[in-house]
């Protein structure tokens, strides 16, 4: 199982970013998927969730209404608009599968694999 984040960059606050994250190796279809983020001397954080047909998702309350989780099954892709972003959305973001569904969404225990991680710098 490979997944395969990009997208990250250097911003000023206000503008707009779009995550992705290819995978191979699964069937992708199967199961539900998240983006983690992790600044500078901080834990790694649930920010979006999405189940494994889409219908379903969860965003964290800091990006509620300005970041956005999507995914096409057909193109093995989860995606992340991050819309009006601020210096403190500032950090590595990272993709996740989840395979562990008797523990939360937000406990790092439920996913088994992770991408590489891609930056996110947001300036003032």
């Known amino acids: 199982v490979q997944l395969q984040a990009c997208g990250g960059g250097l911003v000023q606050a206000g503008e707009s970013l779009t995550l992705s994250c290819a995978a191979s190796?699964?069937?992708?279809?199967?199961?539900?998927m998240a983006w983690f983020r992790q600044a500078p001397g901080k834990v790694r954080e649930l920010t979006a969730h999405?189940?494994?047909?889409?219908?379903?998702?969860y965003n964290e309350a800091t990006v509620k209404g300005r970041f956005t989780i999507s995914r096409v099954n057909a193109n093995n892709t989860v995606y992340l608009q991050m819309n009006s972003l601020k210096p403190e959305d500032t950090a590595v973001y990272y993709c996740?599968?989840?395979?562990?569904?008797?523990?939360?969404?937000?406990?790092?225990?439920?996913?088994?694999?992770w991408g590489q991680g891609t930056l996110v710098t947001v300036s003032s």
């Open positions: 190796g699964l069937t992708f279809s199967s199961y539900d």
């Open positions: 999405i189940s494994w047909s889409g219908a379903s998702t």
């Open positions: 996740a599968r989840r395979l562990r569904t008797y523990f939360g969404l937000e406990s790092l225990e439920s996913y088994d694999y």
